[in-house]
């Protein structure tokens, strides 16, 4: 399992390893984003297979990876994934990827057959040859040097530099003041004001951290906040006091001739689908937009509305219902012959064990895509289960039968394991089913060899499988 750790100030050379060298393009893919917004992304990783595999935990997506960040020449994406699909079988979850470069999606779709896949306007990057920003050259950038000329000749003391430890009282007047003249009311902004004042406080104390201001008389009138991550600089940072006509424009080109030297491009973030930042961040010429996509990754129950009724020789298999319940509470009480199910309600039981509580977890399960429960029945009269379930998100799903004891030995249950076996592989569209049971249970050994074939064992199972 992936052992995952929350990110802080503390954990970013760890984080920087990987994204310093990273080639995505995209603002989410380094460490002072991570950092800003962790707060609201709750962002855990690990390291896996030479890759950076970072886990996000938002309100409004839920549980959503990163696209995994390999180390140049050493890390394996595929095994990274195979970790963080092992994890999200054992959470009962389906993978979902945030922020998928768009040269990676080819990767996902071939990987697993069902995905859906969307991207947002409002999160865009906006990416700019890192030339155009250091120079403004041509006519085309002939409004952003009036600007600048004009803040020149208003303010010709006006410096660029460096931010060092040392500037950490005039930064925080700096704040102070940016805060009088803030005019945004929605919440989203604001939050945004006080995560990068609180980033800004690494400036001159990290050494990934490139940090500049323009000053006037010992005054700071604007800042920048950025890092490089492999041929582009991102800038997560840029405030300036509107009252100093032209600050912003002199503060972008400063800041890239300070800091984009020998590279290709320059990240200024997205613009959250703000009015003026989107008609300031376009005014200077983006050389692209970093669409980022939202990848939620499907199985084959999702075209699934109903459980659907079998037919085998002497069976019918279909929803369990509520005249059931007495025999399904029966089934996953006989805890003697559940030794051999290798599962124990026990471990997910939170509070009273009630009446329907077994019932509410099979639908819960099929409504979200987890699991499809069939009622095994004889002349009507529910017998037995047969549950298709640890889906893979690759085609493959496990499939478990079991009978109540009295009826056991008739072949009842080898019967209703090939029925939903078949229905899985040419109905459902599954290429591969899986099967397993301990090394004691000589029954299900028989009743799984009559089915698929061996495929391998350990110290505790016999596995098989059965593919199309």
């Not at 012959?337 to 099929?366: I, P, Q």
Request: aromatic share 12%; hydrophobic share 35%.
């Amino acid at each position: 399992m992936l052992d995952l750790q929350p990110i802080s100030a503390e954990t970013a050379d760890i984080l920087r390893k990987y994204y310093g060298q990273c080639t995505y393009h995209l603002c989410e893919y380094s460490v002072g984003v991570k950092l800003m917004w962790q707060d609201l992304w709750h962002s855990r990783y690990a390291e896996r297979n030479g890759c950076l595999v970072m886990l996000n935990e938002t309100e409004l997506l839920g549980r959503v990876f990163d696209y995994p960040v390999p180390l140049p020449g050493e890390g394996d994406i595929d095994a990274a994934l195979d970790e963080i699909d092992r994890w999200c079988i054992a959470e009962g979850a389906a993978p979902a990827f945030h922020t998928v470069p768009k040269a990676e999606l080819g990767r996902l779709t071939a990987r697993y057959p069902y995905v859906s896949i969307s991207s947002s306007r409002l999160w865009q990057d906006y990416i700019y040859n890192a030339g155009d920003l250091m120079q403004f050259a041509g006519r085309r950038y002939s409004g952003q040097r009036n600007h600048i000329h004009k803040f020149q000749k208003l303010y010709p003391d006006a410096v660029y530099r460096p931010l060092t430890e040392a500037d950490s009282g005039k930064i925080e007047a700096f704040w102070e003041e940016f805060h009088k003249v803030f005019n945004k009311e929605d919440a989203e902004a604001k939050h945004e004001l006080c995560a990068a004042r609180k980033l800004m406080r690494l400036a001159g104390h990290a050494d990934w951290v490139r940090a500049g201001c323009i000053e006037l008389d010992g005054k700071l009138l604007a800042l920048s906040l950025g890092e490089v991550c492999g041929d582009m600089l991102v800038c997560h940072i840029e405030k300036g006091l509107p009252q100093y006509t032209g600050v912003y424009p002199a503060m972008v080109q400063s800041f890239a001739a300070a800091n984009a030297e020998g590279l290709r491009w320059i990240n200024r973030e997205d613009d959250a689908g703000d009015q003026g930042l989107r008609t300031s961040k376009t005014q200077y010429l983006p050389a692209a937009m970093g669409a980022k996509n939202y990848v939620q990754v499907r199985n084959e129950l999702d075209g699934l509305e109903e459980i659907p009724v079998l037919e085998s020789k002497r069976l019918t298999l279909d929803a369990i219902t509520d005249r059931d319940r007495a025999v399904y509470n029966r089934l996953c009480l006989d805890d003697e012959r559940n030794r051999w199910w290798g599962y124990d309600y026990r471990k997910d039981l939170k509070g009273e064990l009630t009446d329907s509580w077994f019932l509410d977890v099979a639908r819960h399960d099929f409504q979200n895509k987890l699991a499809v429960n069939f009622a095994v029945r004889l002349n009507g009269h529910m017998i037995g289960e047969a549950v298709l379930y640890e889906f893979d998100w690759r085609g493959g799903a496990e499939l478990g039968c079991r009978i109540v004891p009295e009826l056991s030995g008739y072949g009842y249950g080898t019967e209703a394991f090939q029925c939903v076996a078949e229905w899985s592989l040419y109905r459902l569209g599954l290429y591969r089913l899986k099967g397993k049971c301990f090394k004691e249970n000589a029954a299900s050994k028989r009743m799984l060899e009559s089915c698929m074939r061996p495929k391998g064992e350990d110290n505790t199972y016999f596995y098989f499988e059965k593919t199309v």
